[in-house]
DNA sequence: AATGAATGAGATTTCATTCAT
DNA sequence: GATGAATGAAATCTCATTCAT
């Protein structure tokens, strides 16, 4: 799986041996967690918090040790480095979103469903671990370094997959035809990113002199709204 | 003006003396820019590429002053620190936008073609200038660190100009209700910033495996066709 | 306790962070000092070395490391920046100065005797250990930015023992009328410095021009002589 | 005349030159001092001041210039370097009470009268300019690297005639036989400058926990006190 | 597995000093 | 004389990473 190397190297040649150690844990006490398991998600959850509130270059391996409560020895034991730390935080979280697109992008549900579904699908996910999106959608998701981003297959997979749903849409004529689907999947990601990113970086970020008042159900009825319609035109909309 | 906070805090007392030196320049010599002024601009086109190329995380102040053929101690001469110089970065480069923005909200067109407009500013902006928005975007408009980047008044000032768009357009009844002008506004400026990012990310960031076959003038138009229509409904779009 | 700040603050967060990592050593394996142990002094003893020699201004914590054989992240690790490695030097040698003194003026003793005795122990520090003096004396006692010297709770403590022995010695009356006990421990801290001073300065800084004759003892005789008679006064000492 | 090396050399060589340019400036324009003395006197007079507050190794070169309103390659015109600076700021002000005490040493006026006048001298100082004292005492007197200090031909003449003054009391018998001429001299000044050192760090570094109720009238009556009687003794004062 | 002492590359930043104007 | 732009040596400090225990 593809890694980003946002941190500039240092020390020695470390990066190369990346999640060597206990990549084999998990696959020996099926059903009870085992003792070792507790400590990864720990070291993994913790890094979720220390990222968003701190970001990616703006803490320490320590301090996301001393957030899990174990010695920062023990995360390199694990995750190999920092920068497969944040490999490992991205794969696990953005798994559970990319199998949800896959599933919906290969329902049989009509293009306008199937974005909807995934617009729900987002929100939700917000609101249940808007750490998390933090995380994914600012630590990963953009950074200059991260061209790899787009690299990583598990990224690539969800946007060929709503470029597909845009693609079937163009098929069965639910998608207007000026509408170019790879094109429009970038911009859907991107709207649905930056929904996101306008709220964590308002909300969370103490105050906010912008568009605080703006609620994240507005923001998805907003999103779902243009998408169908079209931000412009009164009663009728054929324009251009 | 607010200024951003990337780096780890690292001395505050350095903070405060920021741009001090040197403030007055510029105003001396109209026309041909005073020799002076020549260095902070060759510093100032300098951080550009540099952050441009390998990020403000993963550049040093000196390889900086090396692309400007200055030694380092000027750039802290000039813009005080690391810090310092983004910010300036950012607000010459920024200022160009937001006044355009500002033109074209209080001009008399409809809500349509300052949409348009600004459409296509930011696309002609990109052509001329990848390297500046690319930085504009990713290392300023992106950081954790940076809710405060939302407090900058040049980027609330853009924020606000494009929600009185919208606003505009509904009391004319072109925004189509559904659309609440605040959020829009957010997702309009995410769309059209994330077209920009996947181009970044994708063509310059050496090899994409994902959507290099968009144009920028597919992505251009794309954009448009869905803020006019919608991405979705086939002859008729009256959906939802 | 008061830590001292010689050096231009240069980062608020480091100082805040001081000496917080292995704060919690000495206590594990009393007598053989636990390898940790071993290190940490081998560096404060070090630092003495190196203070004594180039001064607190005149070095780097590199040098003090190199003394001490380790490296210079080490004292970071342990001491968190070069103000708190003072700041331990600083205590760690100052504590058994206080104690003693302390201890003298709780003894019983005369109040003449009491003064010889503290006149006694600070040449005998000084004679054993002239480093440590003098970087307590030049380093630490005088500094422009040390009006906290006074802040700290040891340094206060000793004044305070030996402003002590001057009051009780104007109530048994051996101490004549005229004097202030504040005002004489002040003064005679201050003689008992310059001392040192004196010493320091012209002895081992290599030629001294001026009053190199003095021996340590002759000093240490003539300051008994003067606190017990005064400087002036022929055969009899009732003067002014 | 000898010239401290308090900072570590930096640059090039540079300290060689030193105080070369307008050394001859002063004798030129008798009587109205001439606008470029004016400029040397007002550099003095900052460096004075910012030394005072920030100490020498707390303070730039930039912020003596800009307390004396000029530029700082000004300072370098006139002092060579910043070592040059604190030098001359010493010999200004250090000439005016080696002249005095000289004088006094050479006045037919019994031991006890010189000292009196020495020590009425030194407190009408303090009083006058305790910045210049402070500086004096602080910055130049108490430096390790200044072992130089006592190289500085005005000071060794200070202690000399101090020195004389006791060795005169001996042979009139004015000074007790115990006491060494030499190390006495020390002692005093050793006294009289922590007498000010304790004024100039407890009153003027904000709050003071030690001995803020002494003033100084207090301390100039103890140390007259002491040296004429001792500090113990009841009613009779011959002891030991 | 777990710990945290130890290392040191490397980045930021300071500021004395030079020198062209 | 004056100025302050320009330089760059050098110092501090951070923190990812290694590794012995």
Same mark, same amino acid.
């Given at each position: 799986?593809?890694?980003?190397?946002? !941190?500039?190297? =240092?020390?020695?040649?470390?990066?190369?041996?990346?999640?060597?150690?206990?990549? =084999?844990?998990?696959?020996?006490?099926?059903?009870?967690? !085992?003792?070792?398991?507790?400590?990864?998600?720990?070291?993994?959850?913790?890094?979720?918090?220390?990222?968003?509130?701190?970001?990616?270059?703006?803490?320490?391996? !320590?301090?996301?040790?001393?957030?899990?409560?174990?010695?920062?020895?023990?995360?390199?034991?694990?995750?190999?480095?920092?920068?497969?730390?944040?490999?490992?935080?991205?794969?696990?979280?953005?798994?559970?979103?990319?199998?949800?697109?896959?599933?919906?992008?290969?329902?049989?549900?009509?293009?306008?469903?199937?974005?909807?579904?995934?617009?729900?699908?987002?929100?939700?996910?917000?609101?249940?671990?808007?750490?998390?999106?933090?995380?994914?959608?600012?630590?990963?998701?953009?950074?200059?370094?991260?061209?790899?981003?787009?690299?990583?297959?598990?990224?690539?997979?969800?946007?060929?997959?709503?470029?597909?749903?845009?693609?079937?849409?163009?098929?069965?004529?639910?998608?207007?035809?000026?509408?170019?689907?790879?094109?429009?999947?970038?911009?859907?990601?991107?709207?649905?990113?930056?929904?996101?990113?306008?709220?964590?970086?308002?909300?969370?970020?103490? =105050? !906010?002199?912008?568009?605080?008042?703006?609620?994240?159900?507005?923001?998805?009825?907003?999103?779902?709204?243009?998408?169908?319609?079209?931000?412009?035109?009164?009663?009728?909309?054929?324009?251009?």
């Amino acid at each position: 799986m593809a890694r980003p190397a946002v !941190s500039r190297a =240092r020390g020695t040649a470390a990066a190369a041996r990346r999640e060597t150690a206990p990549a =084999r844990a998990a696959a020996k006490d099926p059903g009870a967690a !085992s003792g070792r398991d507790d400590r990864r998600k720990q070291i993994l959850k913790a890094a979720v918090k220390v990222f968003a509130e701190k970001g990616y270059h703006g803490c320490r391996i !320590s301090d996301v040790a001393e957030e899990a409560g174990v010695a920062y020895g023990l995360v390199y034991h694990y995750y190999g480095n920092k920068d497969g730390l944040l490999a490992s935080v991205f794969d696990t979280n953005w798994a559970f979103f990319a199998k949800a697109v896959d599933e919906i992008a290969e329902s049989g549900a009509t293009m306008r469903d199937k974005l909807s579904h995934i617009v729900e699908l987002a929100f939700q996910a917000f609101e249940m671990a808007p750490l998390v999106v933090k995380v994914l959608v600012l630590e990963f998701g953009r950074n200059a370094r991260l061209g790899e981003a787009l690299d990583n297959p598990q990224v690539a997979r969800v946007f060929k997959s709503i470029t597909r749903i845009f693609e079937d849409g163009k098929k069965t004529r639910e998608l207007y035809e000026g509408i170019d689907p790879s094109a429009m999947s970038i911009l859907f990601i991107g709207a649905l990113e930056t929904a996101f990113v306008s709220f964590v970086l308002t909300n969370q970020g103490t =105050r !906010s002199k912008v568009q605080s008042a703006v609620t994240l159900d507005t923001m998805k009825k907003t999103l779902i709204a243009m998408l169908h319609r079209g931000a412009l035109g009164g009663g009728h909309a054929h324009g251009l």
